[in-house]
């Protein structure tokens, strides 16, 4: 049978996420449990500002040595492990004949043959791509990005001309890992259509190159002498099996078997929503105003039109699916069928989050004294800050749970990297208004660190804003990456956005995404959507303005029914049956209130709630008691206002600083 019974013993798969600075590999139950994991670090060069290079074959034995120790690690035997599938950052990769690197670096080193997707060499080039108003940028928010594959292309055409002649083979690097892993030249529809600008054909849901985009941007050769060749044929939606699984070297280089099944790969941020948006939640979770899925949609699709993937890291993707085809000004997309199978996507995104955060803590000059405290309690940086947060609110006679209050008069616009969207500025900067001399010390630095947390909250929920208004609902936030593990950065998400924020049972949810393509074409499910019935499940809920920050919650039963059927309106939306705990509303004096307090897997913050074998009960945490509403709604309100004024006053000084030419002085001092 391709469904899985819950009372049947799971099956085994495997996930790889390539990240940005590390491969992490997860094996990980048909139920969603992970059994064992394993990362490893990956290099990344920036030979000239704006220039991040990799290299492929770096990344695949980061691939390979995580594999083999998360194997290892699990007890369980290669032949025990049913499928694997690979998710990865939307990077280009450059092979030549025989496979072999080429380069795509200034440097000239073979070895760097990878531009990273945050790469923003190509701003020209994306310029005179969005000039020619081309039909294609309708499905990109209007505006391609430097981050996509078509301006980076046309780069190495221009600027690297030999590079360009020598490469036998383009790929996304998700694309790239299939490839590797099986020898067959298979792409992923995700990210095709996604950044490589494989389109809707019109009036219809059939999808196909576009000829006359690639000729007018000045990529034809691609079209008339390749024939698509070197940027992909044979095109598949994420999960099917590619070629005949593992070869022979790859299964050799991975520890796994000959023939293991092999998904169709999928980007990152894309994997993040397929280990996030099939968990089931209570019947009272919706907006701020607790009403159930606003919009009154009994179907799976119209539930799961309310609910937003946020994988943040290093970066932020806002993932958000509709049956309808939506167009978002300044949002990727619309995206046939590239997440959701028979769904319409829109990618909304920050393109520097976490390393916003690592850049203005380690640059601070109160940076030592930070990591000295941290170094001495044996804690993570962040929660040595948030602590300090909560210490000064207090200080100030705030109460804890608004110790937003602080930086009434500090604002950040956290563009430090461009805005990706709704913007879709890359040359937007980042700013900080309201700085005192009496900013100092570890009161300054987490003063500015709050202030950036909320300029990137007001940054999301701008994208919220934008798809909401051109006809997305959305109320629930679920959330994976780096920062979902930071208790301020959740807090104020939720405050900023008014949705209810999920955090899912298994912190890992972009290993778990990438374990569902594997799950679905080593044959344990018949869809994706079914093995994301099976494999996803929520752990906290946190409310606006509830008490997250200050680990105040209650917790929640799910008693699931028997999930034999594949159907997601049976094992994933439906309102599951809720028993509530005992307790005072703080969660009692039991300290497994606090999903913190519980070390039982991964660091209690996705794991959270008493780990139980039972998979027909799941623990859930619930953040939810939110006091003077509407006066903290009115605070925010305030700062998201000065925050889309900051954007308006920065165009106006480019403006006025564009009109004042230094060419001149730049030719009379070479005179």
């Known amino acids: 049978s391709s469904s899985t019974n819950n009372k049947q013993p799971p099956s085994y798969v495997i996930g790889v996420d390539v990240g940005t600075g590390s491969v992490r ?62 998710d990865a950052t939307c990077s280009l990769v450059a092979l030549g004949q025989d496979d072999k690197p080429v380069t795509i670096s200034t440097t000239g080193d073979d070895s760097n043959n990878v531009i990273v997707w945050m790469d923003h060499r190509a701003m020209d080039q994306a310029d005179r791509i969005n000039a020619t108003k081309h039909n294609v940028l309708h499905y990109v928010g209007g505006c391609i990005s430097p981050e996509m594959e078509t301006p980076k292309l046309l780069w190495l055409k221009e600027k690297l001309p030999e590079s360009w ?58 079209v008339d002498k390749d024939d698509y060749s070197k940027i992909g044929k044979d095109i598949k939606p994420m999960g099917l099996p ?55 949609d009994d179907d799976d699709e119209g539930r799961l039109q309310h609910r937003l993937a946020l994988i943040s890291g290093t970066s932020s993707c806002h993932m958000a699916i509709n049956k309808n085809q939506i167009h978002v000004p300044g949002v990727w997309g619309p995206y046939w069928s590239s997440m959701i ?19 203005l803590v380690y640059t601070h000059a109160a940076s030592q004294e930070l990591l000295d405290k941290a170094k001495e309690a044996d804690r993570n940086i962040y929660d040595v800050l948030n602590d300090h947060v909560l210490a000064m609110a207090s200080r100030n006679g705030d109460v804890a749970n608004f110790h937003a209050t602080l930086t009434k008069d500090l604002h950040v616009l956290p563009y430090f990297h461009g805005n990706r969207s709704p913007r879709a500025d890359p040359r937007a900067c980042g700013s900080m208004v309201g700085m005192k001399l009496s900013h100092k010390g570890m009161d300054g630095l987490a003063l500015e660190y709050l202030a950036t947390i909320q300029g990137l909250a007001y940054g999301t929920k701008h994208i919220i804003d934008s798809m909401n208004a051109s006809g997305h609902s959305i109320n629930k936030i679920f959330i994976t990456g780096g920062n979902s593990k930071n208790r301020l950065f959740i807090q104020e998400h939720a405050d900023i956005t ?62 699931q029914p028997t999930t034999s059927e594949t159907s997601l309106a049976s094992s994933v939306l439906s309102p599951p ?18 999903p913190s307090a519980n070390k039982g897997e991964g660091d209690g913050f996705g794991g959270g709630g008493a780990r139980v074998e039972d998979e027909d009960v799941e623990d859930i945490y619930d953040f939810h008691r939110p006091d003077h509403a509407e006066a903290k709604k009115a605070f925010h309100h305030a700062k998201y206002g000065i925050f889309l004024v900051m954007y308006d006053h920065q165009r106006m000084y480019r403006d006025m600083m564009a009109s004042v030419s230094t060419e001149s002085w730049s030719s009379s001092a070479k005179a």
């Open 25 to 86: 590999a997860g094996v990980v139950s048909t139920s969603g449990r992970f059994v064992a994991s394993a990362s490893r670090p990956i290099k990344m060069v920036n030979p000239v500002p704006d220039h991040y290079e990799q290299s492929s074959e770096d990344i695949w034995q980061a691939c390979c040595g995580s594999v083999r120790e998360a194997l290892a690690k699990s007890g369980l035997s290669r032949d025990e492990i049913k499928g694997i599938g690979f």
């Open 242 to 296: 590619v070629g005949q699984g593992l070869s022979e070297l790859s299964a050799s280089d991975l520890g796994l078997c000959v023939g293991m099944p092999v998904g169709v790969g999928i980007i990152d941020a894309h994997a993040g929503g397929l280990g996030l948006l099939g968990a089931r939640l209570p019947q009272d979770v919706g907006d701020a105003t607790n009403d159930f899925e606003t919009g009154g």
């Open 577 to 594: 049956r809720v028993v509530r705990d005992g307790g005072d509303g703080n969660g009692g004096s039991d300290s497994s209130s606090d």
């Open 498 to 559: 008014g949705c209810c924020i999920v955090l899912p049972r298994e912190t890992e949810a972009v290993i778990l995404g990438s374990a569902v393509l594997g799950a679905v074409a080593g044959g344990c499910f018949a869809s994706v959507v079914a093995a994301m019935s099976h494999m996803n499940h929520a752990s906290v809920l946190v409310r606006p303005f509830s008490n997250y920050f200050a680990r105040l919650g209650k917790k929640t039963t799910l008693h």
């Open 341 to 359: 199978p028979g769904m319409w996507l829109s990618e909304g995104g920050e393109s520097a989050t976490g390393a916003l955060l690592d850049h």
């Open 165 to 222: 002649s020598r490469t036998s083979k383009f790929f996304d690097l998700a694309d790239y890992l299939t490839y590797r892993a099986t020898g067959q030249d298979t792409r992923s529809l995700c990210t095709v259509v996604c950044k490589w600008c494989y389109l809707p054909k019109q009036d219809s849901n059939a999808l196909g190159w576009d000829a006359s985009y690639f000729r007018e941007i000045g990529l034809g050769e691609l």
